[in-house]
């Protein structure tokens, strides 16, 4: 009985993070991102797991990123310039910013 109540933690941790994948990966559909940034390869922008690698040991990423996606910038990355992006709310902008930073 135990084990089949860990196994059954253990799918529903599963579902879970499925879940909040699919909703930010909504999310950032939802406000344009995918049309320059892809998880694994550059697109226009870079990919979100060399963010993440950009960003691993810093402790301000979130607030740095969340400046970045709401003022826009350029020089980073190359010449290519990011776009300002305000329309997302600030709690989806965190967790979308949290998501990137998470991508391996």
Known sequence: ?????????????????????????????????????LDDKQLVGPAYKDVAAKYKTDKDAVKKLSEKVRKGGMGVWGQIPMPPNAAPTDPELKTMVEAVLKTK
Request: proline content about 0%; some cysteine.
């Open 1 to 37: 009985m135990k084990q089949l109540l860990s196994a059954f933690a253990l799918a529903c941790g599963s579902l879970v993070t499925m879940g909040n994948a699919l909703a930010v990966d909504e999310l950032h559909k939802k406000y344009g991102c995918t049309a320059c940034h």
